[in-house]
């Protein structure tokens, strides 16, 4: 099993639809969890971190956190083209240790 | 803020030889920095921890002798690729943690370095 597991997809949405990425975790002593956005031949970007059971929005952005189901989920309301990329979610314990990646869900937002 | 970069952005070189990346963290300290490899519709594969002033902690399957890595600084970590083989093609991501970022340990990304071996 997987520590960090995420639906490869393609995930497609029309535009300006809300896209919803899922995300499951093994490791129960996971305290902090990520969310990041690669386009194709970058690097990854920090979209946001939730580490609260419950919803945290930033803009067009929900993370949505379920500990005792170990879930974390990523709405983007309104989506748009631009973005159209793989997001990674990621898992930490804390304490500046390192993060555990999923494999990426790619999304793309159609016109 | 949270400024993390990387030199070189793309290189090119002969089978045999070393290539050393650079890791800046341009607007904050970091205590720790790590470095991930990403083959082409892969996912990141962490490749080692390093923290400043210490040895850096390598993933399993990650051959120490073959990826140096030095953090002489709170903003600088350095990778060699030793005796670079075209196996070791691949697109190279720094990431450093802000060492006043507290408990969440949220990484910032560096752009990314591409090599290619012939």
């Known amino acids: 099993q997987k520590e960090v597991e995420q639906n490869s997809g393609p995930l497609s949405v029309p535009e300006g639809a809300i896209a919803s990425l899922n995300c499951t975790y093994s490791?129960?002593?996971?305290?902090?969890f990520f969310w990041y956005r690669q386009y194709s031949g970058k690097s990854p970007e920090l979209i946001m971190f939730?580490?609260?059971?419950g919803d945290k929005e930033d803009g067009r952005f929900t993370a949505q956190l379920n500990k005792a189901s170990q879930y974390v989920s990523l709405l983007i309301r309104d989506s748009q083209p631009s973005d159209s990329a793989t997001y990674l979610c990621a898992a930490g314990r804390g304490g500046g240790n390192k993060l555990t990646f999923g494999t990426g869900t790619q999304l793309k937002v159609e016109l | 803020g949270a400024v993390v970069s990387q030199h070189p952005s793309r290189v090119i070189c002969k089978s045999g030889t070393s290539v050393k990346i650079e890791c800046r963290s341009l607007?904050?300290?970091?205590?720790?920095m790590f470095w991930y490899r990403q083959f082409p519709k892969q996912s990141l594969m962490l490749m080692a921890t390093s923290n400043e002033g210490s040895k850096a902690t390598y993933e399993q399957g990650v051959e120490k002798d073959k990826f140096l890595i030095n953090h002489a600084s709170l903003t600088l970590s350095t990778l060699t690729v030793t005796s670079a083989h075209p196996e070791d093609s691949s697109f190279y991501i720094c990431?450093?943690?802000?060492?006043?970022?507290?408990?969440?340990?949220?990484?910032?990304f560096g752009p990314g370095t591409r090599l290619t071996v012939l």
């Open positions: 607007d904050f300290q970091a205590t720790t």
């Open positions: 939730i580490y609260s059971n």
């Open positions: 990431s450093a943690r802000d060492r006043e970022g507290g408990h969440y340990n949220e990484q910032f």
């Open positions: 490791d129960r002593g996971s305290q902090s």
